[in-house]
């Protein structure tokens, strides 16, 4: 049997405050879906090469579940463990609005310590990993 553990449970936009509040500083959320490609392939890597080198960098990825399938928590786990993810992961808990709640998968938000939206990074628009580090030097963040 997978640890769910590690799964820190279900967030909906309502509790995405409290994290913000709680990161004290910038906080990256990551949307992501495990059936999408692009998800597993660049958006979950490109994301854990931020943790390491932004360590005053709150990063926090949400599993949204969207299509016509549904993942179980032990195949996000595994996805998770596949791409050795170390920041916490949510589940969406906008589960009855599937396909509404968050409407670009995959996407990354950055919000600042008041709760504001930042800068939003679509992985439709291709964003590299050259970019969005430029985005965050020039807000100051220090990095390793």
């Known amino acids: 049997m997978m640890d769910l553990s590690k799964l820190s449970g279900k967030l909906s936009l309502n509790n995405l405050v409290s994290i913000i509040q709680r990161s ?32 005053n960098l709150n990063i926090v990825g949400v599993h949204v579940q969207e299509g016509e399938k549904d993942y179980l928590p ?12 170390p920041y916490e992961i949510y589940m969406d808990g906008e589960t009855e609005k599937k ?4 409407s670009i998968i995959p996407q990354w938000i950055l919000f600042d310590r008041h709760g504001q939206q930042v800068r939003s990074f679509s992985i439709e628009n291709e964003p590299d ?12 963040l220090p990095s390793e």
């Open 24 to 55: 004290g500083g910038y906080l990256l959320v990551v949307l992501f879906n495990v059936g999408d490609q692009k998800s597993r392939k660049k958006t979950l890597p490109l994301s854990k090469k931020l943790w390491g080198k932004f360590p």
């Open 74 to 85: 032990g195949q996000i786990l595994s996805v998770v463990k596949e791409n050795e993810i």
């Open 99 to 102: 396909k509404k709640s968050w």
């Open 129 to 140: 990993l050259k970019e969005i580090e430029d985005y965050l030097n020039d807000l100051n």
